[in-house]
């Protein structure tokens, strides 16, 4: 077989998979996460107590209605649409 072939199957085709791969397991965990803080209000209460108070004035910013929500439901929101807007 031709070394340079070999060495192009190995250094590139299999390294760039596994790359992809890793990338992709890792940006799967963080969605993960992010979906897992935001399941309970226990959960997101670090975010949340300390920004209470601006929950409200931000999602007003955000055009995010706020009416009959919970403060976590609110944060969620904030959140997701600040996520949305970063991408």
Partial sequence: M???RR???TNTL???TLDCV???KSAF???MSEAEYFR???NAY???????DFLEEEAEKL?????EKSKLEIAREIHMTLKEVEV
């Avoid at 670090?46 to 209470?52: A, F, L, Q, V």
């Fill in 2 to 4: 031709d070394p340079g």
């Fill in 7 to 9: 060495k192009f199957f």
């Fill in 14 to 16: 299999v390294r760039k």
């Fill in 22 to 24: 890793t990338e992709t």
């Fill in 29 to 31: 965990q963080r969605g």
């Fill in 40 to 42: 309970t209000f226990e």
């Fill in 46 to 52: 670090p975010m949340i107590s300390e920004c209470y």
């Fill in 63 to 67: 055009g995010i209605d706020t009416r």
